[in-house]
């Protein structure tokens, strides 16, 4: 990816991941998070949650793959924030998306900021976010 060719408006190439128990139990073993809310479908409904809901750290995880496969290694992710809007479910189909909303220099450096979310197959949104990009 080159800098110069970039625009405000540019769509980030989509991440889609649909949510497994296996992809489940392997973030809770990666990150040492075993809350049961996220794999026990019994607790989930005890819980008021149709399934078991993602561990919200997923979404950074997934948001954060998604710049990657995009950036080239000129660049880095050198912020990202979230905030969550709504649960997503064991089974839920999800889009990690993201388009750039500003780009500047400082420094003789590029960066772009970026606008990210997160959608079920529904079309609600249950991430939004922002991240920097830099690029050296």
Known sequence: MDYEKIEVGTRIPPLKEKVTIVQTAMYCGVTWDFARQHYDRELARSLGYEQPV?????????????????????????????????????GDELEYSGTVVRKYQEEGRGYLDCDLRVENQNGAQVVKGAAVILFF
Do not use: K, N
């Open 54 to 90: 993602v561990d919200p750290q997923m979404y950074g995880a997934f948001l954060a793959r998604m710049l990657t496969d995009w950036i080239s290694i000129e660049a880095r992710v050198a912020r990202m924030s979230m905030r969550y809007t709504a649960p997503a479910h064991l």
